[in-house]
């Protein structure tokens, strides 16, 4: 699949999963992509956590209260550090939401579904207390992003997208 093909495939792939283990090496990649995203002021601020261990995925997805993202067989938690570049600047979301991007895209190249859990763990405080605990993250480390890995168990339903013409500009904003 050509990056062309990943981008326009890619979904937020909300349903349950084929329980088809994910191999350590699709892992590998998946997260290498997410490792060579680029980084503000290459500050290197994002952490992954792969995780393929039955046990822990059901433990995260009871966390999480979510069936179909714990029903993935695999899954990456996605974990940031605030470190202050120069000045005040902390590019810590951009770094993080770069290599999410990037994983994403691997994912539907490597013929696997994902979608980008943010809002369930950062607006619950106990659920991510309560996920970071089971990772063991230590001080100074944020888990900002879920990622559960798999084969879709069921159709996609695709978001609609606003044409091209909507959302698009040159020269200046509605020119």
Same mark, same amino acid.
């Given at each position: 699949?050509?990056?062309?093909? @990943?981008?326009?495939?890619?979904? &937020?792939?909300?349903?349950?999963?084929?329980?088809?283990?994910?191999?350590? #090496?699709?892992?590998?990649?998946?997260?290498?992509?997410?490792?060579?995203?680029?980084?503000?002021?290459?500050?290197?601020?994002?952490?992954?956590?792969?995780?393929?261990?039955?046990?822990?995925?059901?433990?995260?997805?009871?966390?999480?209260?979510?069936?179909?993202?714990?029903?993935?067989?695999?899954?990456?938690?996605?974990?940031?550090?605030?470190?202050?570049?120069?000045?005040?600047?902390?590019?810590?979301?951009?770094?993080? @939401?770069?290599?999410?991007?990037?994983?994403?895209?691997?994912?539907?190249?490597?013929?696997? @579904? &994902?979608?980008?859990?943010?809002?369930?763990?950062?607006? =619950?405080? #106990?659920?991510?207390?309560?996920?970071?605990?089971?990772?063991?993250?230590? #001080?100074? =480390? =944020?888990?900002?992003?879920?990622?559960?890995?798999?084969?879709?168990? #069921?159709?996609?339903?695709?978001?609609?997208?606003?044409?091209?013409?909507?959302?698009?500009?040159?020269?200046?904003?509605?020119?």
């Amino acid at each position: 699949m050509d990056l062309f093909q @990943a981008i326009e495939a890619r979904s &937020s792939y909300r349903g349950m999963y084929k329980s088809d283990p994910v191999p350590r #090496e699709d892992m590998n990649k998946i997260m290498q992509a997410g490792l060579d995203a680029p980084s503000g002021c290459n500050m290197q601020t994002t952490s992954l956590i792969g995780v393929d261990d039955p046990a822990l995925i059901e433990a995260l997805g009871a966390a999480l209260a979510k069936p179909n993202f714990g029903s993935a067989p695999a899954a990456i938690a996605v974990v940031t550090q605030h470190i202050i570049s120069y000045g005040d600047t902390c590019f810590s979301v951009q770094d993080y @939401a770069a290599a999410i991007e990037n994983m994403l895209l691997a994912v539907v190249a490597l013929g696997y @579904a &994902s979608c980008w859990v943010e809002g369930y763990v950062v607006n =619950h405080r #106990e659920v991510c207390e309560r996920m970071s605990s089971i990772l063991g993250l230590p #001080e100074g =480390h =944020h888990l900002v992003a879920y990622l559960p890995i798999g084969r879709p168990a #069921e159709e996609d339903k695709r978001a609609t997208k606003k044409a091209f013409a909507e959302r698009t500009h040159f020269n200046g904003f509605g020119k």
